[in-house]
């Protein structure tokens, strides 16, 4: 594999959009060939999962049910555009990967970290990101900084107690994995995460 392979991680509303179109904007000035893609979705058929996954109607989901879908989204994705990328050399920047299904589907959803991460080697061909961001924030923040997004999604419509699990099993899971997954206090201002994160891609070029 040629390329790097960057994530970000995080609960809703903790600034990855907002970091990696700065993350890419710093790359494509030192001059790398930049893929920005995200979870679910990225393809065609992604995209089509993920409109199932995030439709508030499909409230009779099971968590197997939503566990499988992510990873088969996660599947298409990598088999049509994050390998094919890595292989060319470029540097694919991801939001959310495999670590938000271990968060919300095996931390939230009481699905196991373990059996999440086994489920999903099978997706991923057993890539996982060279260097992942994880962007901490209380969920209470998060969720304040998208109060005035109309039309919540079936997952941004759980409950406090469901995201604060999210907020809380994202330190836990950086703790299982402290050379790939790095965090940033994202309740800092933008510039300042942004310097914090061109400092931990450094260390991966
Ligand atoms: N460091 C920050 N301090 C204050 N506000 C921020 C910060 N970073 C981002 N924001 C604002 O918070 C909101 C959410 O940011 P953003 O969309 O980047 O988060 P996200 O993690 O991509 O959210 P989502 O989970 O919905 O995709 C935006 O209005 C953004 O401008
Ligand atoms: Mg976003």
């Known amino acids: 594999m040629n390329g790097i392979f960057i994530s970000f991680e995080g609960p809703d509303g903790s600034g990855k959009s907002t970091q990696i179109a700065l993350l890419k904007e710093y790359l494509e000035n ?14 065609k058929i992604s995209e089509q999962v993920r409109e199932i996954l995030l439709d508030p109607a499909n409230k009779a989901m099971g968590y197997m049910t939503e566990a499988l879908l992510y990873a088969s989204a996660r599947a298409q994705l990598m088999h049509e555009v994050i390998l094919p990328a890595l292989e060319a050399g470029r540097a694919v920047i991801c939001d959310r990967f495999v670590d938000s299904s271990a968060v919300y589907q095996g931390i939230a959803r009481g699905l196991g970290v373990d059996e999440i991460y086994k489920l999903n080697a099978y997706a991923t061909e057993g890539v996982l990101p060279q260097l992942t961001i994880h962007l901490d924030l209380p969920a209470s923040v998060g969720i304040a900084r998208k109060k005035d997004q109309k039309d919540l999604d079936r997952m941004e419509q759980e409950a406090s107690s469901f995201h ?42």
């Open 30 to 43: 030192k001059g790398y060939d930049c893929l920005v893609t995200r979870e679910p979705g990225g393809t």
């Open 164 to 205: 604060e699990k999210v907020a809380q099993g994202y330190r836990d899971l950086a703790k299982l994995a402290p050379d790939r997954i790095k965090t940033v206090d994202a309740t800092l201002p933008i510039r300042d995460i942004h310097s914090r994160i061109v400092e931990l891609v450094e260390t991966v070029f």
